[in-house]
């Protein structure tokens, strides 16, 4: 089964897109227990009572950067055997300069796939988290994190 991807177009450069996804999590995603600086940094993302752990297992700054989610407790109203779906998933983070002003984010989120009994409501959050938070929080400074 295919895992999910997204890609988006950001004006902005691969420096600062870098810094949003290991310095600046909490400003377009959700609440970071401390930043990422460099490969084997653990760290949490949280809304609420939902959260997830991960280690980071590549680190290319400005490029690429790759969490494994090595802890889950998933929790959405009405989905139920959600709580350890991401366990064990894969989110790489790849930047690629388009030119002076643009470059671009591909996202793959390894083992998220529409088997997944989270996959809907993961899938949309990510469109909306990468192709709306993300990018707003990159070109104007202000993203749209959970709260």
Request: with cysteine; proline share 4%; glycine share 8%.
């Given at each position: ?96 300069e388009e030119d002076d002003s643009v470059s671009r984010v591909d996202f793959l989120h390894e083992g998220l ?35």
């Open positions: 089964m295919k895992s999910y991807s997204q890609s988006v177009k950001i004006y902005g450069s691969n420096e600062a897109i870098f810094k949003a996804l290991t310095l600046r999590i909490d400003k377009w995603w959700g609440e970071v227990n401390h930043p990422i600086t460099g490969p084997e940094t653990v760290f949490r993302v949280s809304f609420g009572e939902a959260y997830w752990g991960f280690k980071v297992i590549d680190f290319t700054p400005n490029i690429r950067i790759t969490w494994e989610c090595i802890e889950s407790n998933q929790v959405h109203a009405g989905l139920k055997g959600i709580k350890e779906e991401w366990l064990g998933t894969k989110l790489h983070w790849n930047i690629l796939v529409p088997a997944f009994n989270c996959y809907d409501v993961c899938s949309s959050a990510w469109d909306f988290f990468i192709t709306d938070s993300l990018k707003s929080y990159v070109e104007e400074g202000i993203g749209k994190p959970e709260k």
